[in-house]
């Protein structure tokens, strides 16, 4: 009475076409872009309130750094519980080893960015020059040379931190493939 629909065998699955995944893969991508302007939201207003709150009592550069990886911090807290539940959510499920593959490619994230953040305000002179510079007013109220250059270090490690995530933190797993 009641026709069984057919099943896609495994041949015609595996033939899907690679533009899907391309599709996929943008959209993922603009995802990732929109969870990282969050992050760079909470990074940097953590940074901005840390800062703010140390100058008062201490002097010295460590204050930017400390306050950097401070918000650091909760960006990656952020990035995670975003990543895991809105952009990445098909292909995974949570384990320690995902997490700790996440905590590692933001540390090295962190890295690279503090290092791309030095080599932007002392090599290039980034700093200096936007804090002399007589534009962009009302952003230099919120913004300092500092952290110009942090947005800019932050800018240029999305497109790597993307790739590490999709391949390395929340690739699909074997198992998932095989079960489909």
Request: hydrophobic letters at 50%; a positive charge.
């Amino acid at each position: 009475m009641f026709r069984k629909k057919p099943e896609i065998n495994e041949e015609i699955k595996s033939e899907a076409p690679a533009r899907s995944e391309g599709k996929k893969s943008f959209i993922q991508l603009i995802k990732f872009c929109i969870v990282g302007v969050a992050n760079t939201l909470v990074s940097m207003i953590v940074q901005i309130i840390v800062s703010n709150i140390l100058k008062l009592f201490w002097s010295g550069s460590w204050i930017d750094t400390a306050a950097l990886i401070l918000g650091h911090i909760c960006g990656i807290i952020n990035s995670y519980i975003m990543n895991s539940k809105w952009t990445f959510k098909e292909e995974h499920k949570r384990s320690k080893k995902e997490l700790f593959r996440f905590i590692l490619v933001n540390v090295l994230g962190l890295f690279i960015t503090i290092g791309l953040r030095e080599f932007f305000a002392r090599v290039c002179c980034l700093e200096a020059w936007w804090n002399n510079v007589e534009a962009f007013g009302f952003f230099k109220k919120f913004i300092d040379g500092h952290l110009f250059c942090q947005l800019l270090a932050t800018v240029c490690y999305i497109f790597v931190n993307f790739i590490l995530n999709k391949v390395f933190v929340f690739k699909e797993k074997e198992d998932d493939k095989k079960a489909e």
